[in-house]
């Protein structure tokens, strides 16, 4: 029997790894945690207003041409290599890791990304948002977050108000990052009507007595704390979000 593409735990699921979807085009490997483009899973919808977290390895020299996005928050977030990005209202840009983009496509955007070097892969994490408003103006920023103020602690990368010097989102979410070193352990307070999603990027860690490898997502809710402890060193993402359409407990 297959294993279930999400699995329940009461106020707690888990999506692993190898249930991701995995797409191949020639020029990059892309592993999807969500319905997206040409790819429809009543189950994977997104999880509140977070609509698609998508893990992108990129060729060397190669990339996306330019395309057309609107009405979502796109997050670029940096593992490997160096990203390049340019779009049609004047942004041209290179992403290093430590460094985290967010595009808002608002009323529209076309955009291109590629990988800046010849010799090495490119990996990066892609986040759409679905915003609180459509049709907003379309804007960008870059901002890189040293590695200092994420090591062993819940740094803020995003928000909707640009709080402690995160990146704005026209949404309310917020997005942590955090790179733990072996034995290392963060907490976060889930405040009520709010749920948490948790992305392993890399590494392996324990989330609230459940194990979570690379590329595993857990959401925990209905709990007043979650409890992060690396088991390995690990690099990971926390976004809290509003608390809607919770999974249904069977």
Known sequence: MLAPLIELYGMFTLRRRQQRRFTDPGFSIDRQNCSLIGYHDPALLGNSHLRVLTEVWVAPGAGFAPHFHQNMEIISYLLEGRL??????????????????????????????????????????????????????????????????????????????????SLTVHQDILLYNSLLQSGATVRYTIAG??????????????????????????????????????????????????????????
Not at 212 to 227: E, F, I, P, R, S
Not at 228 to 242: G, M, Q
């Open 193 to 250: 009507g709010r749920r948490v999603q948790v992305y392993v990027a890399r590494g392996t860690i324990v989330v609230n007595a459940t194990y979570l490898g690379d590329g595993n997502t857990a959401t925990v809710w209905g709990t007043g704390q979650v409890v992060l402890r690396a088991t390995n060193a690990a690099e990971v993402l926390l976004f809290d979000l509003a608390s809607r359409d919770l999974p249904t407990l069977r």
């Open 84 to 165: 390049a990005h340019q779009d049609n209202t004047g942004h041209n840009a290179v992403l290093s890791p430590g460094e985290i983009q967010r595009m808002s496509a608002g009323s529209g955007i076309t955009h291109s990304e590629y990988n800046i070097s010849k010799t090495s892969p490119l990996r990066f994490l892609q986040i759409w948002i679905e915003p609180c408003q459509n049709e907003i103006p379309p804007g960008y920023q870059q901002r890189y977050f040293p590695k200092h103020v994420r090591q062993n602690r819940l740094c803020l990368v995003a928000s909707s108000d640009g709080r402690r010097a």
